[in-house]
């Protein structure tokens, strides 16, 4: 029922019902007899509007309680008592106050006053906390019993100012306190949200309805027969004398219910705490799955919220892995223990089932051969984690109670089970999809260093054509070449191969161009060169990290190639449509950085001829694979060099790659591929690529 006025604002409700109290406190000093009609309908009015706006102000405070009825059966309980000793204390307070040398009649006034405010405020308190205990978890929007309560409510509170006597009885003022009595009864009986209180909320609601009932029955008594308070309460407002005693009555019926209800539900609480564990578990495993992305973490949450849902004292997780299972989380037991009775199940073949099963203190003694160490459970459940019909590890519980799991047990650890297989597989697709995405950003980096560091052009050179081609694969290879210009006479240029893929390599493929960039300056000779340079580099590659280069410089001016190899690819002349394969000694940098190194590398020089074309690449080119996994090989791309009498390197350059992609259609790229192509023109003007 939308009450009039409902809607002002906590602070202004108490004001005006402070501001009523004051007025009603006026009024009495006033007009202590309310003998006449016309003021005792006053008096009733102002009454009810004190009390009226009181339930509206307390009302905003019992809602704040509204998910905690037992709290409001306490508050309850707390006015109930102050007004029972109140009853108990007030005749024998008057009595003293005749012996005092003081204005008698101002004392009683004073006293009745503050005593009739405090069962004012009793009433409201106990009104309001009803109302909010009413509502709690009502199903439906109807009202119509509890406001047609409250009307009848209203109705006996004005219609006990009647006059009623022995010879003229107060029919109507009955009429309506039996009926607010029936419509007490019937509403007392909603107290569905006893059913979702845990076993000792009820048991506590049980204590306390006894208590509380007793109290509430004192008081109504009281307020029936002939005592000193009922006098009292009748003189300052017949209709507050019969709202107590409606609430008084209220809550002896109440507490009455709640007794037996709470008592019916009683047997039942366990098996309801347990449905609520696992609701409220299996809740908390649903937020885990949007919240938590680390595995270990949400592993370690599993077995936590396992031991709650199966009502288990220990509990563990397994995962399945390449090397075998892994045991990911434990809570409350040791890691050692929980892997050994672990490895004897799967010695046993248990695991191998991937079925949900339990075992009793005696199966589990056979199985672990009567271990003291580890034989400290009476029930085992084992359940399998399983995403898509396949398995990916297994939940343990393990309970050391002397009973084992029950049906409902044993479907809640499977369904739980469910619900942690596919957290974790999330876990794992996130940790997976992070892990791409580290690694795109990291290609991204390695790939704008590659780029950096390649050559943007090719040099232009008297008597010497120079092509040069660079394609990526998807996965950044360790691929470099460059030129240098030595002098006027000479061109010197690099090809190597970095060991490995991604930024390390590119990396790497960075400071192995800054080496060559600077020894290319101070050393002629490309033995020495590659010697250098592989000393510098033992400061920064890794055991793990190796370089293959050929480097080396046309001597325009002689007409002579000079080289030398680090365990690169040949290099081919390609003599009148011959190919000759030029393979000196020598081994890759960083694989050995003693004499060794030097020992086994060997510099060679060639005297070129008119039209001769160097070949330098890389292995991207002859181990690229068709759809076949069949390689490119040597003999393929030999025979493409050698077919023909090119007049240009790029016409070669373009055959050869058509050749490569013709071949290879259908199947990705794994590694880049490196082409450096120079002819030797010694007849003609100078050209070159751009």
């Known amino acids: 029922m939308n009450l009039p006025y409902s809607g002002l604002v906590s602070a202004r409700k108490l004001e005006i019902t402070i ?78 106050i005749p012996s005092l040398e003081v204005n008698v009649n101002f004392i009683y006034s004073a006293i009745s006053l503050i005593i009739a405010y405090i069962f004012m405020a009793g009433v409201v308190v106990v009104l309001s906390a009803f109302k909010e205990l009413y509502f709690i978890r ?134 309801f705490d347990k449905k609520v564990e696992e609701a409220s578990s299996l ?21 936590n919220l396992t031991t709650k849902v199966s009502n288990s004292d220990s509990a563990w997780l397994v995962t399945k892995e390449p090397g075998g299972l892994k045991l990911s989380s434990v809570s409350n037991i040791g890691y050692v223990d929980a892997d050994e009775i672990t490895k004897i199940f799967e010695s046993e073949g248990i695991l191998n089932q991937e079925e949900f099963v339990t075992f009793s203190r005696k199966q589990i003694r056979l199985k672990i051969k009567n271990d003291i160490r580890l034989f400290d459970f009476k029930a085992l459940a084992i359940s399998p984690l399983k995403v898509h019909n396949n398995t990916s590890g297994f939940l343990f519980a393990a ?3 002397n009973y084992g799991f029950d049906e409902d047990e044993k479907k809640s650890i499977e369904a739980f089970a469910d619900y942690a297989a596919v957290a974790l597989e999330n876990a794992k697709l996130i940790e997976e999809s ?106 920064s590659l890794d055991k793990k990290s190796f370089v293959t280069a050929v480097y080396g410089f046309v001597d325009k001016k002689k007409g002579q190639l000079s080289f030398a190899r680090a365990g690169h690819m040949p290099v081919y002349i390609c003599r009148n449509q011959k190919i000759e394969k030029l393979v000196p000694n020598g081994i890759g940098l960083g694989l050995d950085y003693g004499y060794s190194f030097e020992q086994n590398l060997k510099e060679q020089t060639v005297d070129l001829v008119d039209n001769d074309i160097i070949v330098l690449y890389t292995d991207g080119i002859t181990e690229a694979k068709n759809i076949k996994m069949e390689e490119f090989g040597y003999n393929r791309f030999e025979s493409i060099i050698s077919s023909e009498n090119f007049e240009n390197v790029e016409e070669l350059k373009s055959k050869i790659i058509n050749k490569i992609s013709s071949f290879t259609q259908g199947n990705s790229q794994h590694d880049d591929i490196t082409l450096v192509l120079m002819k030797w023109v010694s007849n003609n003007k100078p050209s070159g690529v751009n």
């Open 283 to 303: 809740k908390d495993l649903s937020r885990l799955i949007t919240q938590v992305f680390d595995f270990n973490e949400l592993a370690d949450s599993i077995t």
């Open 19 to 96: 501001l009523i109290g004051i007025i009603i406190l006026v009024f009495k000093f006033i007009f202590p007899i309310t003998e006449n009609s016309f003021i005792l309908i006053l008096n009733e009015v102002l009454i009810f509007c004190a009390l009226y706006f009181g339930v509206l102000y307390t009302s905003h405070f019992t809602q704040l309680k509204k998910n905690e009825p037992i709290s409001l059966i306490i508050n309850i309980g707390i006015f109930n008592a102050v007004l029972f000793f109140l009853s108990a204390l007030s005749s024998s307070l008057f009595e003293v």
């Open 434 to 539: 992070i892990e791409k995405e580290r690694l795109k950003s990291e290609l991204k980096v390695a790939r704008e260093i590659q780029y950096k560091i390649l050559p943007s052009t090719t040099p232009n050179c008297d008597n010497l054509q120079v092509s040069a081609l660079f394609i990526p694969a998807y996965e950044v290879g360790g691929d470099y070449y460059d030129f240098f210009r030595m002098n006027e006479d000479k061109l010197g240029f690099v090809i190597a191969d970095v060991s490995g893929k991604g930024i390390s390599s590119a990396f790497i493929m960075a400071e192995v161009k800054g080496v060559f960039e600077t020894l290319a300056k101070l050393i002629d000779s490309p033995k020495e060169l590659l010697v250098k340079a592989n000393n510098i580099l033992s400061e």
């Open 138 to 271: 009502l199903k439906t929007d109807t009202h119509k019993s509890y406001d047609a309560m409250i009307v009848f409510f209203i109705l006996a509170f004005f219609a006990a100012s009647l006059p009623d006597s022995k010879e003229d009885p107060n029919f109507i003022g009955l009429t309506f306190f039996v009926v607010s009595i029936i419509l007490i009864s019937i509403n007392s009986f909603r107290v569905s949200w006893i059913a979702f209180l845990t076993k000792k909320q009820k048991t506590q609601l049980l204590i306390i309805s006894i208590i509380l009932g007793i109290i509430f029955i004192l008081n109504a008594v009281s307020t029936f027969e002939n005592s000193f308070i009922k006098q009292l309460l009748e003189n300052f407002s017949p209709g507050l004398h019969s709202l107590l005693r409606l609430m008084m009555i209220y809550g002896s019926i109440y507490c009455g219910i709640i007794f037996f209800t709470s008592l019916f539900h009683l047997p039942t609480a366990e098996a």
């Open 399 to 401: 309970r050391k109670q």
